[in-house]
């Protein structure tokens, strides 16, 4: 084959990559966009709604801000922290519950997402 043939090749398939990585970056930009404001509207169903108002004892569930991402808190026992953050090329999840500490039987555990 000639070289210009292998070198046009070359340049359509690096275009090709180029684009395909670009589609690839907005889709996941519109996913985090998509999930955040998923998560928002049902936090904010879940703390209108009057079963789980009476539930949260008027401690709604609250989102704040991480470093990385943010943080959903609900605060009434058993006390609930999910924290997602945002890698970039991945979402990496951490949930904590706090039992009531005033009850000895109780206790706390972590679950953090191992994923790669």
């Given amino acids: 084959m000639s070289n210009w043939i292998n070198d046009e090749a070359e340049k359509f398939r690096l275009i090709q990559d180029k684009t395909r990585q670009t589609e690839y ?3 996941f930009a519109n996913y985090w966009a ?3 404001e998923q998560i ?3 936090v904010d169903a879940i703390n209108a709604h009057p ?3 009476e ?3 008027d401690k709604p569930i609250r989102i704040v801000k991480a470093p ?3 943080k959903i808190e609900k605060l009434s026992f058993p006390a609930v922290y999910i924290t997602l953050d945002n890698e970039g090329w991945k979402i990496k999840t951490k949930i904590e519950v706090a039992k009531n500490p005033h009850n000895s039987t109780d206790y706390n555990e972590v679950l953090e ?3 790669n």
Avoid: C, H, M, P
Wanted: aromatic residues 10%; charged residues 30%; proline residues 0%.
């Fill in 25 to 27: 970056l907005i889709a």
């Fill in 34 to 36: 998509d999930l955040t």
């Fill in 40 to 42: 928002r509207n049902d």
């Fill in 51 to 53: 079963v789980w108002k």
């Fill in 55 to 57: 539930v949260l004892q």
């Fill in 68 to 70: 990385e991402g943010f």
């Fill in 113 to 115: 997402d191992q994923s």
